[in-house]
Structures are given as structure tokens and as C-alpha cells.
């Protein structure tokens, strides 16, 4: 019964790699599009089709860390303003965090043509600087979190990931699925 099973999750994996595959390359359209798909599509028509196939596929992954990253972002925050109100980040980040903070929001103030960041302090920090502040307070989290080792692993290896995408790069499958796990671990632990 297990290896039918592992068998089975395994050859659909398989299939839902090659789907993926076969759709950023082209090769496999979904049914239906939308306005904004078509748009799209005619935008990036010119567009060298491994480049096109390789930016649906890393859509996928950033969105993945979009929404692993802005739940820790959530947790840590919810966590510290319950504990000590809306002026948590004064009480709670360490001297550098307070430094790049300062400096990213100086940035934005000469730099007021472009769209600035969500004001809160968090959102200036470094995807590293979460699981610092996780840390240097555990206190705070253990009832939530199976170990800081288990949070410092996970949110290391998604920050490689992130920086893999961040600079345009494509990550491979296997990096996209530990992603995917990492999430999943994430929202069943957290809750």
C-alpha cells in the first residue's frame, strides 16, 4: 500500500511538472484567457519565447515567496504588537535593522516620484532580518514554532531562492517544490 501511494504521488508530481513544462514553452495553453492574459501575451509576443516561458514559471515561484515572506512579516509583527503595541519595532530590532530602516525610508523621501514601500518599519528589513528577529526573540515564538533551527533552515533556504528570483534568474523545479513545502510547513505550523 505505501509504495502504491508513494508511486502515486510521485507520478503526479511528475505529470504536474510537465504540464508546467509544457505550458511555459508553449506547447499546452490553458482554456480559457482573460483580457489582461491577452494583453499580456501580445506584449510579450516579440519576446523570445524561452524568456516569455521562463517568466510564467518564476510568476509562480515569486508568488510563493510573496506569500511566505508577508506571513512571517504578518506573525512577527501581530506577535510584537501584542506584546508591546504599535511602537514594537523601536523595542524589538537591533541597532542595524534601525539603521536600514532609516536609510531605505531617506531613499524614498528624495526619491518621491517612484512608489515607496508599506510604511510600516517591517517592510524595510531584509527577508533575513525576520528570522533574526524570530530569533534574537524566541521567547515570543516558541509556543508557535517547533525550533529556531527548524525556522532559521526554512527561511534560509527560501531567502537563496528569493535572491535567485529577485535578480531575474530562473529557479529550477526541484527549488520551486521546496518552496511549495516550505509554505505548506509554514501555514500548518503557523496556524
Same mark, same amino acid.
Given at each position: ?7 502515486? *504521488? +510521485? ?6 511538472? !510537465? ?21 499580456? !501575451? ?30 512571517? /512579516? ?5 506577535? +510584537? ?6 511602537? $514594537? ?21 528624495? &526619491?518621491? $516620484?517612484?512608489?515607496?514601500? &508599506? ?7 531584509? +527577508? ?6 524570530? =530569533?534574537?526573540?524566541? !521567547? ?6 517547533? =525550533? ?14 528569493? &535572491? ?5 534568474? *530562473? ?6 517544490? /521546496? ?6 510547513? $509554514? ?5
Amino acid at each position: 500500500m505505501k509504495r502504491e501511494l508513494k508511486q502515486f *504521488v +510521485f507520478t503526479g508530481l511528475l505529470a504536474k511538472h !510537465a504540464v508546467r513544462d509544457l505550458q511555459t514553452f508553449g506547447l499546452l495553453h490553458r482554456p480559457e484567457t482573460s483580457d489582461d492574459e491577452r494583453r499580456t !501575451a501580445d506584449l510579450f509576443a516579440p519576446i523570445q519565447e524561452t524568456i516569455r516561458g521562463n517568466s510564467l514559471e518564476m510568476q509562480y515561484a515569486f508568488r510563493l515567496l510573496f506569500v511566505l515572506e508577508n506571513t512571517v /512579516r504578518e506573525l512577527i509583527t501581530s506577535r +510584537f504588537v501584542e506584546l508591546d503595541g504599535a511602537g $514594537w519595532f523601536d523595542q524589538r530590532a537591533t541597532a542595524p535593522m534601525k539603521t536600514k530602516v532609516e536609510q531605505r525610508k531617506e531613499s524614498e523621501e528624495k &526619491n518621491q $516620484w517612484h512608489a515607496g514601500r &508599506n510604511r510600516d518599519p517591517i517592510f524595510y528589513l531584509d +527577508f533575513g532580518d525576520l528570522a533574526r528577529l524570530i =530569533g534574537n526573540h524566541w !521567547a515570543v515564538f516558541q509556543d508557535l514554532l517547533p =525550533g529556531q533551527a527548524w525556522v532559521q533552515s526554512r527561511l534560509e533556504e527560501a531567502e537563496r531562492s528569493r &535572491n535567485v528570483i529577485a535578480h531575474t534568474n *530562473v529557479l529550477s523545479s526541484e527549488e520551486v517544490s /521546496r518552496l511549495e513545502m516550505y509554505l505548506r510547513d $509554514w501555514i500548518k505550523q503557523i496556524g
